[in-house]
C-alpha cells in the first residue's frame, strides 16, 4: 500500500487511505498480546474493538488485511478518528475502571499536565499522584507523539532527508545527524506549517501545546522513523561490511505483520544516503506474520539503492528452503528488531532454532531490547549458546519517541531499540580489532 504523494485531486480517497493507515497501525500483532492487555485492564481489549466497530480479533486482523478496511472501521470524519483513539486510553490509572463501569461516563477527568491518563475520581487521583508523578511529564510528550504520528501516515513526517556529508564513524548520535541535514530549520518549518498539521490540532480534542513542543516531537518522530534503517547501518558498519565492495544483504528476522503491512519500499532509502555509492543493499524482513511483500532477489539489486523484499515463515524454514537453495543470498548481516527473548514461551517456540542457526553458521547478527533488564536477559541466553558477544549497551539510534504501555501507564514508557548487543557464533576467531570501535559501549 501506498500512503503517500496522493496527487491533490484524489483528496477524498487520500483521506481514506489516511484514516485506514492510522487504523491499522496498533501494537496488537497477535491475539495473546492483544488480549494479555485485559490483565491490567479488564475489558480494555473489549473497548478497543467497539471502538473499531470489530467483534473479536480474527476480525480486526481480517479487517486490517483487507482492503476494504475504512468501511470496516466506520470512522468518518478526523475529529472520530482521534477521539477512538483516545478512547481506548480511557480507564481509571489508579482503579482500572473503564468509563461504562462508572454511573456518570463522563465523570472520567483527565490530568491536566500530562492530557494524556484518566481517573474516574479525586480521590482516585490523589491515590496515583506519587506513582504518577514521575511519568507524567514523559506521559506528556508521549501523548503529543501519539497525536503528531499521524503526519508520518499523511507523507509530512519525515521531511527529505540529505546524502550523509560525514563518514559513518563520525555521526554518533541524533545530534549529529541531524546537524549533517541541510537547511533543517526551514524542513522543520514545513512540517510546522502542513495542512495535516492544522487539521491535526483542530480535531485533536485536546489543547494545542506550544509550537516548540510540537517541533520537538516532530524531531522524535523523525528518530522513530528512521531508528531501524540506522540500526541496519550501524551493524554494517560496527561488523566492517563493506557496502562499496559488492552487494549486501541484511535480513531482518522476526519482522511482525504491522511493521511489513504498513511498509514503503522508501522506508529503508536512509542506508542508500548513509552509504552514498554502495552497490545495491537488500533488505529482507523474515517472519511468520510477515504480510506479503517482494521476494528476496535471485540477482544482484540495482546499486546505490536500497530493494526492501519479504518472505512469511520461520527464519530456519526461510534458510532451508531460500537460501540453502540458492534462492536467496546469504546474509553479511541478520538483524532482529525486539525479539523479546525475555518472554520464554517465544524463545522455545520461535527463536532457538534461528539463535543456533547464527550461531552455526557464524553471522554477525544485531539485536535491539527495549529495555535493560531485557538485554542483561537476551545476554544470559546468549552466553547459555555459547555465542560470542562482541559488544553491548544503550543504542545511540534509538527512537527518542517514549512508547507508553496502553494497558498501564503506570510502568515506565520504554523506547524503541532503546538498548542492542552484537554477537556471532563460538568459532569466530576475527579480533575485535576487526570491529569498528565500541569503547563507550561496556557494560559493567
Ligand atoms: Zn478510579
Ligand atoms: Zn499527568
Redesign the pocket.
Known amino acids: 500500500m501506498s500512503h503517500r504523494k496522493v496527487s491533490s485531486n484524489k483528496k477524498a480517497s487520500k483521506k481514506k487511505s489516511v484514516e485506514r493507515s492510522v487504523a491499522a497501525r496498533g501494537y496488537y500483532t497477535d491475539s495473546l498480546g492483544f488480549l494479555a492487555m485485559d490483565s491490567n485492564v479488564p475489558g480494555l481489549s473489549e473497548v478497543i474493538l467497539q471502538k473499531l466497530n470489530m467483534k473479536s480479533f480474527e476480525e480486526y486482523r481480517s479487517a486490517v488485511e483487507g482492503s476494504d478496511l475504512a468501511a470496516n472501521f466506520g470512522i468518518r470524519t478526523y475529529a472520530e478518528m482521534f477521539q477512538k483513539m483516545e478512547d481506548t486510553y480511557k480507564f481509571c490509572a489508579q482503579c482500572k475502571k473503564l468509563p461504562s463501569r462508572l454511573p456518570d461516563p463522563r465523570a472520567m477527568r483527565r ?1 491536566k ?2 492530557q ?2 484518566y481517573y474516574c475520581s479525586s480521590e482516585c487521583q490523589r491515590e496515583n499522584w506519587p506513582v ?1 508523578k514521575k511519568f ?1 511529564r514523559k ?2 510528550v508521549a501523548a503529543i507523539d501519539r497525536l503528531v504520528e499521524w503526519l508520518v501516515f499523511t507523507g509530512d513526517i519525515p521531511f527529505p532527508t540529505s546524502p550523509w556529508t560525514k563518514p559513518t564513524a563520525d555521526v554518533k548520535t541524533w545530534e549529529d545527524w541531524f546537524t549533517m541535514q541541510e537547511n533543517l530549520e526551514e524542513k522543520l518549518d514545513a512540517v510546522m506549517a502542513s495542512r495535516y498539521m492544522g487539521i491535526l490540532w483542530s480535531n485533536a480534542g485536546k489543547p494545542k501545546p506550544e509550537n516548540s513542543e510540537i517541533r520537538e516531537s516532530v524531531k522524535r518522530l523523525t528518530t522513530d522513523f528512521f531508528t531501524r534503517p540506522m540500526t541496519i547501518g550501524f551493524g554494517i558498519d560496527t561488523f566492517r561490511v563493506d557496502p562499496y565492495n559488492g552487494p549486501v544483504t541484511v535480513h531482518v528476522v522476526g519482522a511482525s505483520h504491522i511493521e511489513t503491512l504498513n511498509i514503503r519500499a522508501s522506508d529503508y532509502d536512509e542506508l542508500a544516503k548513509m552509504f552514498p555509492g554502495n552497490q545495491g543493499l537488500e533488505v529482507v524482513m523474515i517472519g511468520p506474520e510477515v504480510v506479503v511483500m517482494s521476494p528476496p532477489l535471485t540477482a544482484y539489486g540495482p546499486r546505490g539503492k536500497v530493494y526492501v523484499s519479504g518472505y512469511k515463515g520461520l527464519y530456519h524454514v526461510f534458510w532451508e528452503t531460500l537460501v540453502e537453495n540458492e534462492r536467496a543470498a546469504r546474509p553479511d548481516l541478520v538483524v532482529g528488531f525486539h525479539p523479546g527473548f525475555h518472554a520464554s514461551q517465544g524463545l522455545a517456540e520461535g527463536w532457538l532454532p534461528t539463535l543456533l542457526l547464527l550461531r552455526d553458521y557464524n553471522i554477525p547478527a544485531l539485536f535491539t531490547m527495549y529495555s535493560e533488564q531485557e538485554l542483561k536477559y537476551s545476554l544470559q541466553i546468549l552466553a547459555e549458546l555459547d555465542a560470542r558477544v562482541l559488544g553491548a549497551g544503550p543504542f545511540p539510534f534509538c527512537s527518542l519517541k517514549p512508547e507508553q504501555v496502553q494497558s498501564d501507564p503506570n510502568k515506565p514508557p520504554v523506547s524503541s531499540n532503546a538498548y542492542y548487543l552484537l554477537f556471532r557464533g563460538p568459532t569466530w576467531f576475527g579480533s575485535e580489532t576487526n570491529m569498528r570501535d565500541l569503547e563507550e559501549d561496556n557494560m559493567d
Open positions: 490530568c499536565r500530562c494524556n491518563i504518577h507524567c506521559l506528556k
